[in-house]
């Protein structure tokens, strides 16, 4: 009864966070298209320069803590309040930290209004630093629903608040209060949704006990915003504010993918992996099953948005970021396969190999700061490339994680199979019929929306008919569905 319980939760956690990534990509990509004609690119730019800074203080912040409370079979009320005032030390110490680090930013960007940027969203860290034990509860509890109207409304006024700033001639400042806005927002809505208040106590002996696995969950995110960072750094301090607005903005619609997709379903898996770790059987079939579906979403989704750069950027953005294209082209491919072997961080966290995983994410690391560091001479357009090459390391990493539950290659082979050949057909459909379709339609809008549905509609047909494992999969998914 518990894991029959426990897969009603799943899908049910599933079909929210879908929601959740359906209504956010909405509302996302809608203040987008108002702000890239508001904004210039360097504004843009200016935010992502903060960005390197910001991220790399946020890693101190959480230091691993959320990730042990999930992890936990049982988590007594003293280990929360330790947890809580460690993680608040540390937000109200990084607050400090990048109020220092933002004089620096002169020096490392060549342009002084970061610095200024820096010193306002340092205020964010004392509320991330006071929300860790409230996010990790939310997921361990598989809050599902209310997670999804937390994220729903934050970042709809987080939306909403930089468009109208923007409106009234604010400029990068706009995108700085909404994003200050949106965090305050979804502090209050958890504290709301969470009903836990610490107590005055401490208990030093259970922090120094999770050290360990807090330091491999640490550096395992020092490596991702290495990944997710040194890109921009050398953009920006090399190219400029406005060579760094359009890489940055094509990332950030890639980013989509993985960030809204990809990880919030890591969240929803995390601790489902966690309670079936000793059952290898169903883990192995709950683990494939995941994964499939996960890669029949975020592959067409990627390479779709590959296919359609050359629509898709003057549609949303306007005719002044036509030099993103390219860099989205490349961005695209890259998210695809990085967002479809994502299913492999819930395994190695769930088998408590975080360690395992941390050595392999360290090569991929270096494989990528060389590559990118080594193709900046070729501006933005190389750097794109060398970052969609080196993303083909997260195969490896896949096949390994994969390894520690008895799968092999022709595991990792049946999940991506499917929705690769599929997707692959799909940009194959839209580049011809671009090509030869000469009496379709002639505004770019109506290309833009006939490649998108006439792609889906090949991409699904493809997958369904060449997959009987993602039919057998659906089946199963609709079943649950109607059960919960």
Same mark, same amino acid.
């Given at each position: 009864?518990?894991?029959? =319980?426990?897969?009603?939760?799943?899908?049910?956690?599933?079909?929210?966070?879908?929601?959740?990534?359906?209504?956010?990509?909405?509302?996302?990509? &809608?203040?987008?298209?108002?702000?890239?004609?508001?904004?210039?690119?360097?504004?843009?730019?200016?935010?992502?320069?903060?960005? #390197?800074?910001?991220?790399?203080?946020?890693?101190?912040?959480?230091?691993?803590?959320?990730?042990?409370?999930? /992890?936990?079979?049982? +988590?007594?009320?003293? %280990?929360?309040?330790?947890?809580?005032?460690?993680?608040?030390?540390?937000?109200?110490?990084?607050?400090?930290?990048?109020?220092?680090?933002?004089?620096?930013? @002169?020096?490392?960007?060549?342009?002084? !209004?970061?610095?200024?940027?820096?010193?306002?969203?340092?205020?964010?860290?004392?509320?991330?630093? +006071?929300?860790?034990?409230?996010?990790?509860?939310?997921?361990?509890?598989?809050?599902?629903?209310?997670?999804?109207?937390?994220?729903?409304?934050? !970042?709809?006024?987080?939306?909403?608040?930089? +468009?109208?700033?923007?409106? =009234?001639?604010?400029?990068v400042w706009s995108l700085v209060y909404?994003? $200050?806005?949106?965090?305050?927002?979804?502090?209050?809505?958890?504290?709301? #949704?969470?009903?836990?208040?610490?107590?005055?106590?401490?208990?030093?002996?259970?922090?120094?006990?999770?050290?360990?696995?807090?330091?491999?969950?640490?550096?395992?995110?020092?490596?991702?915003?290495?990944?997710?960072?040194?890109?921009?750094?050398?953009?920006?301090?090399? $190219?400029?504010?406005?060579?760094?607005?359009? *890489? /940055?903005?094509?990332?950030?619609?890639?980013?989509?993918?993985?960030?809204?997709?990809?990880?919030?379903? %890591?969240?929803?898996?995390?601790?489902?992996?966690?309670?079936?770790?000793?059952?290898?059987?169903?883990? %192995?079939?709950?683990?494939?099953?995941? &994964?499939?579906?996960?890669?029949?979403?975020?592959?067409?989704? &990627?390479?779709?948005?590959?296919?359609?750069?050359?629509?898709?950027?003057?549609?949303?953005?306007?005719?002044?970021w036509l030099a993103m294209i390219p +860099?989205?082209?490349?961005?695209?491919?890259?998210?695809?396969?990085?967002?479809?072997?994502?299913? #492999?961080?819930?395994?190695?966290?769930?088998?408590?190999?975080?360690?395992?995983?941390?050595? *392999?994410?360290?090569?991929?690391?270096?494989?990528?700061?060389?590559? #990118?560091?080594?193709?900046?001479?070729?501006? !933005?357009?190389?750097?794109?490339?060398?970052?969609?090459?080196?993303?083909?390391?997260?195969?490896?990493?896949?096949?390994?994680?994969?390894?520690?539950? &008895?799968?092999?290659?022709?595991?990792?082979?049946?999940?991506?199979?499917?929705?690769?050949?599929?997707?692959?057909?799909?940009?194959?459909?839209?580049? @011809?019929?671009?090509?030869?379709?000469?009496?379709?339609?002639?505004?770019?809008?109506?290309?833009?929306?006939?490649?998108?549905?006439?792609?889906?509609?090949?991409?699904?047909?493809?997958?369904?008919?060449?997959?009987?494992?993602?039919?057998?999969?659906?089946?199963?998914?609709?079943?649950? @569905?109607?059960?919960?």
């Amino acid at each position: 009864m518990r894991d029959k =319980n426990l897969g009603h939760r799943v899908v049910r956690g599933a079909g929210f966070t879908f929601a959740g990534i359906l209504s956010r990509t909405l509302i996302t990509l &809608g203040s987008v298209a108002i702000l890239a004609r508001l904004l210039s690119p360097a504004d843009f730019g200016y935010i992502a320069m903060a960005t #390197v800074i910001t991220e790399l203080a946020a890693l101190f912040g959480n230091f691993g803590f959320a990730g042990v409370l999930i /992890q936990k079979r049982v +988590v007594s009320r003293l %280990q929360m309040d330790t947890v809580f005032w460690a993680s608040a030390a540390i937000g109200l110490a990084l607050t400090f930290a990048v109020l220092l680090l933002s004089h620096t930013s @002169t020096w490392l960007f060549r342009e002084p !209004i970061a610095g200024e940027i820096l010193r306002i969203l340092s205020i964010a860290f004392v509320l991330n630093g +006071v929300l860790v034990v409230h996010g990790a509860l939310i997921s361990r509890l598989m809050h599902f629903q209310a997670d999804f109207w937390i994220e729903l409304i934050s !970042i709809f006024s987080r939306a909403a608040i930089a +468009v109208l700033l923007a409106w =009234n001639d604010f400029g990068v400042w706009s995108l700085v209060y909404g994003a $200050l806005a949106g965090a305050l927002i979804r502090a209050v809505l958890l504290f709301l #949704v969470i009903p836990y208040w610490p107590r005055l106590r401490f208990d030093l002996a259970y922090l120094r006990s999770t050290w360990k696995t807090n330091s491999s969950y640490f550096a395992g995110g020092f490596l991702f915003y290495a990944n997710s960072n040194f890109d921009l750094l050398l953009i920006g301090r090399s $190219l400029g504010a406005t060579a760094l607005g359009f *890489y /940055q903005n094509a990332r950030s619609l890639t980013d989509e993918v993985r960030y809204r997709m990809a990880i919030p379903l %890591q969240r929803v898996l995390f601790p489902a992996f966690s309670t079936l770790q000793d059952n290898a059987a169903r883990l %192995q079939a709950s683990v494939l099953r995941s &994964g499939r579906l996960l890669a029949a979403i975020v592959f067409p989704v &990627g390479i779709g948005i590959a296919a359609v750069a050359d629509e898709l950027v003057p549609v949303l953005y306007g005719e002044k970021w036509l030099a993103m294209i390219p +860099v989205l082209k490349m961005l695209g491919i890259s998210t695809a396969i990085k967002a479809s072997t994502a299913i #492999v961080t819930p395994v190695f966290n769930a088998k408590n190999r975080v360690g395992l995983a941390l050595k *392999y994410n360290v090569v991929g690391t270096l494989i990528t700061l060389t590559s #990118v560091f080594f193709a900046l001479p070729w501006g !933005i357009n190389g750097v794109a490339i060398a970052i969609a090459l080196s993303s083909a390391y997260s195969f490896l990493v896949c096949r390994i994680g994969f390894g520690l539950i &008895g799968l092999g290659w022709s595991g990792l082979a049946s999940m991506l199979a499917g929705p690769g050949f599929a997707a692959g057909m799909m940009w194959i459909f839209i580049e @011809t019929s671009r090509a030869s379709f000469t009496n379709g339609p002639t505004h770019i809008g109506e290309k833009l929306i006939t490649h998108i549905i006439l792609g889906a509609l090949i991409y699904i047909a493809i997958l369904l008919f060449s997959s009987r494992s993602i039919r057998a999969d659906l089946k199963m998914v609709i079943k649950k @569905t109607r059960a919960v």
